[in-house]
């Protein structure tokens, strides 16, 4: 539907209530793209990921725009974006690779210092990065870095179709690659050194070189095939949407895992032996 709902009081959810506010549409019957007409600051077309800063502001991943939109506070504002990153304004919609460009940016997360991270490709047929915007924040400004370029003994590390973003309190990054069946973590990500872009760790995979779904077997409690979302929780446990696997796998105490560590739960399965649809 290219839109953004929100309600503002969570304590008050219940079936079928109606949402506070719409975002990327004129009223909350419209579904198009655009708003059917152009890209604008209020308009939307495949919102694919969300993060809410501390300040209460709204960015959302606005995908086939190739972009990144701000609204400020939604629920005290206007429901107009103020920010955009990826284009130089917010009438463009282009992909290019530009040190300014978010081509189809698929997941967002925010770290403990404000710090934006954005995974998007360079270009359709050029991989997929992640970007890393430092505060203060304005509109077609570049990021601060991009994990994209690692040391030569970390060539594992190259980073292509991600799909998920998590930041833990510590500043540690965790990236799902679908396309390499795992997750790997960049320790102190948020640390804003230009040249700290060096992953540590992965998880699903025996080392830092491998990838294949399920490490090209049966699927286990240090397996993933084709990881999507993230979710870290304020007790450090990591939780992965394993999607091939059906499951979605449990990591306590993350931050301890070593590199092919083994999950600690799952969900959606009986055991971690199976990956049966429903």
Not at 145 to 174: E, H, K
Not at 239 to 253: A, F, H, I, K, M
Request: a negative charge.
């Amino acid at each position: 539907n290219h839109r953004v709902l929100g309600w503002r009081d969570a304590s008050l959810l219940a079936s079928g209530r109606a949402a506070d506010i719409v975002l990327g549409q004129v009223d909350s019957t419209a579904t198009v793209c655009g708003n059917g007409e152009y890209t604008a600051a209020d308009s939307l077309c495949t919102p694919m990921a969300l993060a809410v800063d501390a300040e209460g502001n709204v960015w959302v991943a606005d995908l086939l725009a190739s972009r990144v939109l701000r609204f400020d506070r939604p629920f005290d504002e206007d429901g107009v974006a103020d920010l955009v990153l990826g284009q130089t304004d917010f009438v463009f919609d282009s992909c290019d690779r530009l040190d300014t460009s978010l081509c189809i940016p698929t997941s967002l997360a925010i770290g403990p210092t404000g710090y934006l991270y954005v995974s998007a490709y360079s270009t359709p047929d050029y991989g997929s990065f992640v970007h890393e915007f430092w505060p203060p924040f304005s509109s077609g400004m570049a990021p601060g870095r991009r994990f994209d370029n690692p040391p030569t003994t970390q060539q594992g590390f190259w980073i292509n179709f991600v799909w998920g973003l998590a930041v833990s309190s510590a500043g540690d990054l965790y990236v799902s690659v679908g396309s390499k069946g795992r997750v790997e973590v960049y320790e102190g990500g948020g640390a804003g050194s230009p040249a700290d872009t060096g992953g540590d760790r992965v998880l699903g995979q025996a080392d830092v070189t491998a990838a294949g779904c399920n490490r090209n077997g049966p699927a286990g409690a240090d397996t993933l095939c084709s990881p999507r979302g993230l979710a870290l929780s304020d007790d450090g446990t990591l939780y992965v949407s394993d999607q091939d696997g059906n499951r979605v796998l449990v990591y306590e105490n993350v931050a301890a895992k070593p590199t092919g560590g083994h999950a600690d739960a799952v969900i959606g399965q009986p055991n971690f032996g199976l990956g049966e649809c429903n």
